[in-house]
């Protein structure tokens, strides 16, 4: 139990008021640094996710641009965009969708930034594979140097072990709890299927993830939000209402039943920012590690391209679990105990308000789709991290091995100590990556700028 209070002391302020502060802070920060060129140039941005590029041939990488950020959604579209938007709404109230919007605004030149440097920063490993991140872009780029390794082995660290458990072991289990209380499958067998298809698909290295994620992020993207629009519009006629009490709520100073004058906007604040990043990962430092592995003539093109993430994953994906929670009249609902309805249960809540039993199917499948794309996604991310502190083509197959393992771990065991410590290293790991973004925003600058002039004589 006193490791427990520990670690859930320790995770309260590695995910409190100062580390929310200084994640938002670094974005307004690097989108001022920047003149507002990641907002102005989002179109842009949009664009070339959708193009197909013409100097693909001759550019070093593994995989193209769009694979990358594919790989790079498949991280973060997960159980977050379902469960966690769910979660936010009550626990912040309905306002907190509002504060994830404006957390990712700002996270655009956050996810741009750390492209830039993961890109400028890369290296061409032995095998042909490039490798970069945060951890190299501290190493090669901080003006101490030995200040620089030292964090860059931190971040690595961290990441290594975070890939375990909120990129592997709760995205198991939320896959195995989903099917076995939807279709009541086994957990055992879930687990062993799992880990069967990730094992399949961790052989093929970087560029069989990509080709996996490159099909499967898009295709459910594309199904959830189709869904989910359905749902908004038969229940159109209580969508004014719910988005006119999400913009309340977000900046509501009156005081909430037994408590002080803006306690409402402080939760709203609270639990909207700190689940929007941990939904889109801007400034965590994870993202750029795919952007490394992309095929891209300048690193400020891929800044822009991986940007989109955080507009797909929040602006879109995690509106849309808003505004059907919202427009469905789910959101305030008890269960039979007389507990409010939160989590995955909202979400289904409001999708079957409209659509039945389909509905159920619905986020089911989203969450067993978007949660084993966040397993290969995070699988890159640690398996750079773990390279990084041994550098050693067998270390990195034990990795691939020993990962593959624990997914059946996490289908079948509950593991909230494991849990709350993967939970932490998530978030120490941005401690090093807004250090060496805000150290190094003038190497940011200086590529965005560069782009720009090219960008102009393209118009």
């Keep these: 139990m006193k490791f427990d209070a520990l670690i859930s002391t320790v995770n309260n302020f590695v995910w409190g008021p100062a580390m ?59 159980t977050g965009n379902i469960v966690g938007v769910a979660t936010a709404m009550v626990l912040g109230g309905p306002g907190a969708l509002v504060w994830m919007w404006i ?3 700002f996270g655009l030149s956050t996810k741009y930034s750390e492209s830039v440097l993961a890109v400028r920063y890369r290296v061409k490993k032995p095998n042909g594979q490039m490798a970069g991140g945060p951890m190299y872009a501290l190493e090669q780029g901080f003006p101490q140097k030995q200040i620089g390794k030292v964090l860059a082995v931190l971040f690595a660290f961290f990441a290594s072990l975070a890939s375990f458990g909120i990129g592997n072991m709760t995205q198991a289990n939320s896959i195995s709890d989903a099917l076995q209380s939807t279709f009541n499958i086994p957990h055992w067998i879930t687990g ?28 459910m993207g594309i199904f959830y939000f189709v869904s989910g629009v359905i749902v908004i519009i038969i229940n159109h006629g209580n969508l004014l209402p719910g988005i006119s009490m999400i913009f309340r709520m977000a900046f509501s100073t009156k005081a909430a039943a037994g408590g002080a004058g803006g306690m409402i906007i402080a939760q709203a604040l609270r639990y909207g920012v700190a689940r929007g990043v941990f939904s889109n990962e801007a400034g965590l430092g994870s993202a750029p590690i795919a952007a490394a592995a ?46 409010p309805v939160t989590g995955v249960r909202l979400t289904i809540a409001a999708f079957s308000s409209a659509l039945g039993q389909a509905g159920t199917l619905i986020v089911t499948i989203g969450i067993a789709l978007f949660a084993f794309s966040t397993i290969l996604g995070w699988e890159y991310y640690g398996e750079k991290s773990f390279e990084y502190l041994i550098d050693h083509p067998i270390a990195t197959k034990i990795y691939r091995i020993i990962y593959s393992l624990i997914t059946y771990i996490g289908a079948t065991t509950a593991l909230q100590t494991v849990w709350n410590v993967s939970d932490t290293m998530n978030g120490l790991m941005a401690i090093p990556n807004l250090i060496c973004l805000l150290v190094l925003s003038g190497k940011v600058a200086e590529e965005c700028f560069d782009f720009q002039q090219r960008y102009r004589k393209m118009l």
């Design 103 to 105: 957390a990712a605004i």
């Design 20 to 78: 929310l502060i200084l994640l938002v802070g670094t974005g307004v920060f690097l989108t001022v640094r920047l003149k507002f060129l990641p907002w102005r140039n989002l179109g842009y941005a949009l664009k070339l996710v959708f193009s197909k590029p013409k100097y693909i041939d001759g550019s070093n990488g593994d995989i193209t641009p769009f694979q990358s950020l594919m790989t790079a959604l498949a991280a973060t579209i997960g």
């Design 294 to 339: 992309a095929k891209t003539d300048h690193p400020s093109r891929q800044g822009y391209i991986n940007m989109t993430g955080t507009f797909f994953d929040t602006i879109i994906i995690c509106s849309v679990t808003g505004l059907v929670i919202a427009s469905s009249g789910a959101l305030g609902s008890v269960d039979a105990q007389g507990n």
């Design 192 to 219: 062993l299927i799992i880990l069967i298809l990730v094992f399949i698909v961790l052989v093929g290295g970087i560029q069989s993830i990509g080709r996996v994620c490159g099909t499967v992020v898009p295709v």
